[in-house]
Structures are given as structure tokens and as C-alpha cells.
């Protein structure tokens, strides 16, 4: 029981010297490119900068102790900044008091949901989520995010709750753009990008190995910092208009209770579940991808307590909902960490930068910490998903779109709320008009296959329907207009097979519908049997008095219940219509 709900028992035991110098390697790193994004993601909350760091250091300790994945590094990230924002903003006026007590208290709200979702292993909740709408969910985001950064990049004051207000406001105000200010951010969106390409290959032309050229490559937010910091301050750029992040208080946060205000946490509840499953979702997805490729595993229901360990960790540290990033774990990775005291060195790395070099960024341009925003949410817009969608399914598609424009038109929230109730709508429209096909033989063989799609051999008196879809309340109705249906369509019928490859389920509905159908069939001179069913699924069923009432038999397999039912006269082919 310890070692499953503290994971770290399982690695510290057989801890080494190449682990720990491993480690530490990839910690340095992670830290130099974790610090200018921690400030960032503060201020896209619209937090104080120096609460990014607090957000970076308690958590990643917690989730060392918890966290099932070797790579995974947690902390603040983009998607869940911007969901910080719009549940905060509901409650209090950016810049006050209030704000940063309402981020405390929706990061222990979501801590807390995550911690009892994993005790209760609800992790599957997580997979009402579909891929579309994550996706469409963090293409839109990454847009907001993106417009929402504008009036830094420019200079001017051009805030809104959605794209249009954003778009409007920065157009109404684009004639007091600070040309210092668009050219120190400009610059920087440039390097930024031209890093992530360019920077690795000019570095193996310099000598350095291509891992290490990589690795160094991934330094670019931070030669973007230093640079912008010391050309503001050469050339005084702050006394002509160009916004700095000004004094950041030196020091580790105070260990403190989040405030309780019952009528604040209420209203906070909705936002922290989404935010809690958006983030689950985020995360476990980059632990999976990073696990596989070291043929390592983690567990899901333990990932919520880990997650849910952490973003109680940042709300006793004075920070907001942090969860696994994407970038920072895969250069985690990369640069070689083995176990997860990389995250806790990497906290420690944190915690010296918020001790000793908070005064040094006192002449960071807010143009600077933009570009950096800008350039790592567009790397999560994927429009080629909504073409791919599009072309594989049109109800998939349907719900990304709905999220994609809800959530640039109304909110984070509404978006995925949206997207998530429309997806469910469509789950349940699809399984309540399941697919079903009537079957036949594929001669010279014991397989059968639907009369519309192969030449095979049917039996007038005989007729086989195979449900591809478990049977449950939605769809019984559907599955009685089905085979009724089919008596009439063919009165020499004496014999019908359900055959059940696929049914995982037969609920208490469908169950009363199959006794329904066996009583009309019997009425109708027909009998009913059972093929291929499931032995969980006629498990159930035997506790039941259906199989007694049966007027046919159960076969094994369709095959048998053919041979068994083939006595009469007639067998012909088909050929497909």
C-alpha cells in the first residue's frame, strides 16, 4: 500500500550515482528554460511574476514523492493559465488582493478534486474528453492566448474576455503603439522561432555534438531574457515608454492555508474540475508518450493524486493550478533525466533563482515575456486537425468546431463545456442507433459476413442478425424495431440467431427488450437464439430467468448454431445488393 501511493519508494531503493549526475544535468537545463516561462504563464494568469516561480517549486517537489512518470515536469502552463484567468477574472479585478487569493484557492479546489478522483480511481472521467474537443479546445486557447499577449507586443492597452473584444480593442488602440516596445517584442518572436530551428544547426557547425547542440538550443527563452534586460537598461528604454516587469520581491514564498470563503470556493468549483480534467488530460497524455518510449508505464489513477499533490503544493506555496507541461517534460527527457528527483533538483534550481536573481529582472521588457508566450502557445495550434477531422468524421468534427467557436466567442469555459455535452450527445445518438447487419456464410468457410457486402449463403428459414454495439438502455428500443422488422420483411423465418460478437453489455433495459422479443418471436411461431455471446456477458445473463425462458438455445460459436439450424431445405446464395 505505501509503495502504491508513494511511488518514489520504488526508485530511491535502487538510486545511483549515473541516476543522480543524470538528473542533475537535466535539472540545470530544465530550470534555465523553466525560469522566463514561469514568469510568463504568471502574467497570462495575471498574476504577479514572481508567483510563476512559487507555482514552480512546492509542486514539483510534491509530485517527486507522488508522480508515477521518470520525466514528467510539472508547473504552470500555458492552456491552464488562460483557464486560471477566466475563473479568477469572474471574482476579482486583476492586480488586487482578492485575485491572487482566488488563485490560491481554485489551485487547492483542483488539488483537491484531483486527490479524490484518484483515491476513488476516476481516472477514466478523463476520456469523456474526446481527442476533437482537446484539440479543438487548445487550438482555440492557443489563439486567445496568443491575441490576449498583443497589447504587450505593441505597447497599449487592449484587453477582452474573448477574440473579438482582443481584436477590436488592439485595433481601436493600434495607433498608440510603442515602436521601442513592438521592436523589442518583434525581435524577440523572431529569435524565438528562428531558435527552435536555427540554433541547434549553427551550434553543430560550432563544434558541439548534435545532442548538445539540442539541448543548448532549448536555451533560446533565456538568451532572449538577458538580452532584451540589458539592452532596456544600456539605453534606459523604460523612461520612453517601454513596460518592464519592475521589482520582483527576493525570497521563497510563506507556507499558508488558501482563505476559505464559501460563497467565492462555490463559484470556484466548476472552473476547478475543468480545469482539474483539462490538466489530467494534458498531462497523463505527455507522461504516456515520454513512459513508451523507455518502455516504462505509469498509472493513471496515481497521476491524479500526484497532480492533485502538486497544485495543493503550489496553493501552500502561494502559487496557481499548475499541471504537467509538454515542452518542459520532453526537454526533461531529452536531456536525460531518470527518475523524478530531477523535478526536485529542479526546484531547487527555482527556489535559488526566486532567492537570488529576482533583482536582476527588474528591467525584463513585458514585450520580452509575451514573445515567449506567443511563440510556445502556436506551437499548440493545430489547424491541420480540423481538416483531418473533417474528413474522418463529420460528428467528431462537429464537436470540435462548437468548442473552437465557443471558446473564442464565449470562453474557456463554455467552450469545453460545450464541447464536452455535445460530444456526449453524439456518443449517445450513435450508440442508440447502433449498426447491425444480417449475415451470411462465406462459402467454403466457417466466417459469416453481411449479405449487402459479400457474396454468401443464406437459408430462407434462417436468418442470422449480428448487433455490433453493446445493448443498453438507448438503444433496446432500436434493437426490437430491428428484428421485428426483419420477421416481417421474411414470414418463412422459423429460426433467428442473435449473434453477439461485439455486446461487452446487456443492461437491465436491454435485457427486459430481449425477454420482449423472445416472448414475440415464441407468439410468431419463431425461436430465438443466442450466438458468440461474451462469458462476463452470460454471466449476467444466467442470473437472470431469460435463459431459462429461451425458446431457442445459446451456441458457442455461429457456426454451430448454423450447422445445428441448417436441417430444412433451401440453402441459396445471395450475391450482395
Known amino acids: 500500500m505505501l509503495k502504491r501511493y508513494l511511488p518514489i519508494i520504488n526508485w530511491l531503493s535502487v538510486y545511483n550515482r549515473h541516476a543522480l549526475a543524470s538528473d542533475m544535468v537535466a535539472a540545470i537545463i530544465v530550470t534555465i528554460m523553466l525560469i522566463p516561462q514561469s514568469l510568463a504563464y504568471a502574467m497570462l494568469a495575471g498574476l504577479p511574476p514572481e508567483v510563476g516561480l512559487y507555482a514552480s517549486i512546492l509542486p514539483l517537489l510534491t509530485y517527486t514523492l507522488f508522480g508515477t512518470s521518470r520525466t514528467l515536469s510539472v508547473g504552470p502552463v500555458a492552456v491552464i493559465s488562460l483557464m486560471t484567468a477566466a475563473a479568477v477574472g469572474n471574482l476579482a479585478l486583476e492586480g488586487s488582493s482578492e485575485y491572487l487569493v482566488a488563485a490560491i484557492a481554485l489551485a487547492f479546489i483542483s488539488g483537491m478534486m484531483l486527490v479524490v478522483m484518484g483515491l476513488l480511481k476516476l481516472g477514466i472521467l478523463a476520456n469523456f474528453l474526446s481527442h476533437p474537443v482537446i484539440s479543438g479546445f487548445i487550438t482555440a486557447s492557443g489563439l486567445l492566448i496568443a491575441a490576449s499577449q498583443l497589447q504587450h507586443l505593441l505597447g497599449i492597452s487592449a484587453s477582452g474576455h474573448n477574440l473579438l473584444d482582443i481584436l477590436q480593442a488592439v485595433a481601436a488602440n493600434i495607433q498608440n503603439t510603442n515602436l521601442l516596445t513592438l521592436a523589442i517584442g518583434g525581435s524577440a518572436v523572431w529569435f524565438l522561432f528562428w531558435s527552435r530551428k536555427g540554433f541547434a544547426p549553427?551550434?553543430?557547425?560550432?563544434?558541439?555534438?548534435?545532442?548538445?547542440?539540442?539541448?543548448?538550443?532549448?536555451?533560446?527563452?533565456?538568451?532572449a531574457v538577458i538580452s532584451s534586460i540589458l539592452v532596456v537598461w544600456a539605453a534606459d528604454l523604460a523612461q520612453q515608454g517601454v513596460h518592464i516587469v519592475g521589482s520582483i520581491p527576493a525570497g521563497l514564498p510563506a507556507f499558508t492555508l488558501p482563505h476559505f470563503d464559501s460563497e467565492h470556493w462555490q463559484q470556484l468549483l466548476v472552473s476547478a474540475l475543468f480545469i482539474s480534467l483539462v490538466g489530467f488530460v494534458e498531462s497523463v497524455s505527455v507522461a504516456q508518450t515520454l513512459a513508451a518510449k523507455r518502455r516504462q508505464r505509469i498509472e493513471p489513477n496515481q497521476e491524479l493524486i500526484g497532480l492533485g499533490a502538486a497544485n495543493i503544493g503550489s496553493a501552500l506555496a502561494g502559487g496557481f493550478p499548475v499541471t504537467g507541461g509538454f515542452s518542459r517534460s520532453v526537454v526533461n527527457f531529452d536531456a536525460g533525466a531518470q527518475t523524478p528527483a530531477a523535478g526536485a533538483f529542479t526546484a531547487l534550481g527555482i527556489a535559488l533563482a526566486a532567492l537570488f536573481l529576482t533583482p536582476l529582472l527588474f528591467f525584463l521588457p513585458q514585450a520580452t515575456l509575451a514573445a515567449t508566450i506567443i511563440v510556445a502557445v502556436l506551437s499548440l495550434i493545430d489547424l491541420g486537425a480540423i481538416k483531418r477531422t473533417w474528413q474522418y468524421s463529420r460528428s467528431d468534427f462537429s464537436a470540435m468546431l462548437v468548442t473552437i467557436l465557443l471558446t473564442l466567442t464565449q470562453g474557456v469555459e463554455m467552450g469545453i463545456i460545450a464541447g464536452v455535452s455535445l460530444s456526449l450527445l453524439l456518443f449517445l445518438h450513435r450508440t442508440s442507433t447502433p449498426h447491425s447487419a444480417v449475415v451470411g456464410l462465406v462459402p467454403g468457410t466457417e466466417h459469416f459476413r453481411?449479405?449487402?457486402?459479400?457474396?454468401?449463403?443464406?437459408?430462407?428459414?434462417?436468418?442470422?442478425?449480428?448487433?455490433?454495439?453493446?445493448?443498453?438502455?438507448?438503444?433496446?428500443?432500436?434493437?426490437?424495431?430491428?428484428?421485428?422488422?426483419?420477421i416481417v420483411q421474411q414470414p418463412s423465418v422459423k429460426h433467428l440467431i442473435l449473434m453477439c460478437p461485439a455486446v461487452n453489455l446487456i443492461d437491465a433495459s436491454a435485457l427486459e427488450s430481449l425477454e420482449a422479443i423472445n416472448h414475440r418471436l415464441e407468439d410468431s411461431g419463431v425461436m430465438f437464439h443466442l450466438s458468440e455471446m461474451k462469458g462476463p456477458v452470460m454471466d449476467r445473463l444466467q442470473k437472470s430467468h431469460f435463459l431459462e425462458q429461451l425458446s431457442g438455445q445459446v451456441f458457442l460459436s455461429q457456426f454451430e448454431a448454423w450447422q445445428a439450424l441448417q436441417t430444412a431445405p433451401g440453402a441459396q446464395h445471395q450475391a450482395p445488393s
Open 202 to 223: 549553427l551550434l553543430t557547425r560550432c563544434g558541439l555534438s548534435p545532442h548538445v547542440a539540442a539541448l543548448v538550443s532549448k536555451t533560446g527563452p533565456v538568451l
Open 450 to 486: 453481411n449479405i449487402d457486402r459479400h457474396q454468401v449463403i443464406t437459408l430462407p428459414h434462417l436468418v442470422t442478425l449480428r448487433m455490433d454495439e453493446s445493448l443498453y438502455f438507448a438503444n433496446a428500443r432500436h434493437l426490437e424495431d430491428r428484428i421485428y422488422a426483419l
